[in-house]
């Protein structure tokens, strides 16, 4: 089976995880072995057949900026592009596209299968073998037998297989998606060597044919005029684009769900895995919103060469033949044939507070952990841990520094962050929300954020980095001209004011200073005052220097406070701290810290368990013992750290 028994980085999974991972350790020089159960499901997409979203969509752009590959697939393989809350403030806005899931994963695959470094081997991976505390190798078992193989740095990313039940009514069975086997074995492995493992669930709807589906009756969604790709590289969107259309449930819906709840295995109570509750099945919706008399359903295409069309908004786990019922009240849908029921599942994962932030394990040395094996649900989340793990995994072979992403500067920092530090109670997603830096951690911006880490782990080409650094310095020149440059009223200038809707000058005025009116544009202001032809810039750049010049105020309060925070990281923690008199400490948190004496604020916030509000805690008493606390001020939430 196995010509080379020795690689330097073992992959285990070929779901989003596992193929950022092993893309990244490979293209990075190391020797990589793919380890996957089924060589034909690479990079699969196990239930929305889309790309991004709100909190998602600044994912995809960082792994993007660091060289990863989401993006790229997502142009390449994307039906429908749109950008979300355009309505709401930059912060919040986010891109999505509706991938061809066929053409995503064939691309995906053909890209590993052709990667120089990189061997794909279907197999089974049950037994992680160790020298002491520090990874060796890995069983790997397949029909005919099984190896060994040895390796310096192991990424494990199982997604939903380890110890994967499926249920579907009153059917259960052992998988870790449909039509695939679970994982069995490993998380035996896993509690052997000291890990704690937690159960989690997550939902898919059924999906349906197209042709039984009657979308007169349904309101057409079709994608964004100009469309535009996740990539800031050399991508194109090639597919021809499609439309999605919405409907809605309705009370004869909700009764036929209602009327059988007791063939739930949700709420008969065969589930025990913890779901997560952002992202209901339609049967919790219908119980936990007894008020509301629709859900919305968009219904998306899942391919350009399949009839099947995923309804996204109704997760269920009910048995098929309810599914079938419930599905055929909702409107355009009477004739509706099911390709395929809905289903649950359950599966282990970790306890990822186990991890060091590079998602290394704490207790095994070599061993890295990325996906939805780390409590997360969703492709994007998948992807960033995978992409961040396999560069670790390749560092960590290399005996170089790790790769460490802060809250203050990525999204996918403070994903890493609140998973080490907060653990998982449920599927752990993405909200912008989490962000406490958002108006800083744009879309637009994460190449400016992050390409430099790309570049410098080897990810990213000299001439892909150079080209962040011109568009730099373009926006910088550009932004200085526009702070330097005075605009003098006169009439012309009036009238062209008054054209734009935008109130007259009454002295002259800064080109930044009019840049922060909310009715002009860059392109007005270029019209206002002829811009010197080497300052023009393009789309990408002038969106960029509209935010932060319309919302330099804010992303300067938010700079101190991360330079502040920086600060505060180095903040040394005197010897004689007693941590049993520290006011909003637990018990556990307490002897945690009376244990590691951390040195400094920043180790103290490395402690799993740590919160943002038990640093503050611990902030407060250190800065009282130093006499810095002054009475009756409040300590500050170091949530950014
Ligand atoms: C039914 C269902 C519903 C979902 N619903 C949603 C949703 O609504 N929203 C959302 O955001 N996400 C959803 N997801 C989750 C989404 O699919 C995952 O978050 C994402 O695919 C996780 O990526 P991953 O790489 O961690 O794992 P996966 O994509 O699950 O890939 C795991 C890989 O590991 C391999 N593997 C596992 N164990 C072994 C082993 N021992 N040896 C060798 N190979 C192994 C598998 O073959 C597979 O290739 C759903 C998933 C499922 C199955």
Redesign the pocket.
């Known amino acids: 089976m196995f010509h080379v028994k020795q690689f330097d980085v073992v992959v ?8 950022e991972a092993a893309l990244a350790a490979s293209r990075m020089g190391l020797s990589t072995l793919l ?4 060589s034909k ?8 057949p889309s790309i991004g979203g709100v909190g ?1 969509g600044q994912l995809v752009k960082e792994i993007d900026a660091l060289g990863g590959e989401m993006g790229k697939n997502a142009d390449f393989t994307g039906i429908q592009f749109k950008r979300l809350n355009t309505r709401k403030g930059s912060a919040v806005q986010s891109s999505r596209c509706q991938s061809d899931k066929h053409k995503y994963a064939k691309r995906m695959a053909g890209l590993i299968l052709d990667q120089p470094n990189v061997s794909v081997v279907e ?4 037994n992680i073998s160790v020298d002491g505390a520090r990874v060796r190798g890995v069983e ?1 078992f397949w029909e005919a037998g099984s190896a060994e193989v040895l390796c310096k740095s192991l990424v494990l ?6 110890q ?1 039940l ?1 249920h579907c009514g009153e059917i259960k069975s052992a998988g ?3 039509g ?1 086997k ?2 069995l ?2 998380s035996d492995c896993l509690r052997k060597q000291g890990f704690s493992l937690l159960r989690l669930k ?3 709807p059924p999906r349906l044919i197209r042709s039984s589906i009657d979308f007169a009756q349904m309101e057409e969604q079709t994608g964004d005029r100009n469309p535009r790709k996740f990539s800031v590289w050399n991508t194109r969107i090639v597919l021809p684009q499609v439309s999605c259309f919405l409907t809605h449930t309705n009370q004869q819906t909700h009764k036929i769900i209602r009327d059988n709840l007791h063939r739930s295995p949700l709420f008969g109570g065969e589930i025990k895995g913890i779901g ?1 509750r952002y ?1 209901p099945s339609i049967e919790d919706k219908v119980v936990k919103f007894p008020q509301k008399d629709r859900h919305q359903i968009f219904f998306e295409p899942e391919s350009l060469d399949s009839d099947w069309v995923y309804p996204n908004g109704i ?1 269920t786990s009910l048995p098929s033949d309810v599914q079938e019922a419930f599905v055929k009240t909702i409107p355009g849908c009477q004739n509706v044939v099911l390709a395929r029921p809905g ?3 359950e ?1 282990d994962c970790i306890d990822p507070r186990q991890l060091e932030r590079n998602f290394e394990a704490k207790n095994l040395s070599g061993v890295f952990f ?5 409590g ?8 960033a ?2 992409l961040v793990a396999g560069i670790n995994a390749a560092l960590s072979v290399r005996c170089m520094p790790p790769l460490i992403l802060s809250r203050t500067e990525s999204y996918i920092g403070v994903m890493i962050d609140d998973l080490v530090t907060l653990g998982v109670s449920e ?1 752990y ?1 993405m909200f912008t929300s989490r962000a406490e830096f958002r108006l800083s951690l744009r879309e637009d911006n994460a190449d400016i954020r992050l390409s430099e880490h790309g570049y410098r782990v080897g990810l990213l080409k000299r001439e892909d980095f150079a080209q962040v650094k011109q568009r730099k310095y373009k926006i910088e020149c550009l932004g200085r001209y526009l702070r330097e440059t005075q605009l003098i009223p006169n009439e012309g200038i009036q009238k062209q004011l008054d054209r734009l809707g935008s109130p007259q000058l009454s002295g002259p005025q800064s080109l930044n200073q009019l840049l922060k009116r909310p009715e002009l544009g860059l392109n007005n202001i270029s019209q206002l005052a002829a811009l010197p032809g080497e300052l023009q810039v393009d789309e990408m750049c002038a969106e960029t220097l509209e935010l932060e010049v319309k919302y330099e105020g804010y992303i300067e309060i938010q700079k101190q406070e991360i330079i502040r925070l920086q600060k505060m990281q180095q903040l040394s923690i005197p010897n004689g701290v007693e941590y049993s008199k520290i006011a909003g400490l637990s018990t556990e948190l307490r002897e945690k810290l009376s244990t590691a004496r951390p040195k400094t604020l920043a180790d103290a916030a490395n402690i799993s368990g740590v919160t943002p509000s038990a640093l503050s805690a611990l902030l407060y008493h250190v800065k009282k013992k130093k006499g810095q606390g002054k009475k009756g001020s409040r300590p500050v939430t170091p949530s950014a750290i």
């Open positions: 285990v999974g070929a779901g989003h995880a596992g193929c380890v996957t159960l089924d499901k690479i990079a699969e997409m196990s239930c929305n998602k197999g089974e991976v049950k790997v990313t199982t997604g939903t297989f380890m994967g499926m870790g998606r449909f695939e679970a994982s074995g490993l997550t939902g898919t997560p992202c997760s289903y649950a599942v599966y990325a996906g939805q094996i780390n997360t649900s969703g492709y994007e989340e998948a992807a841990q995978g599927p997603r």
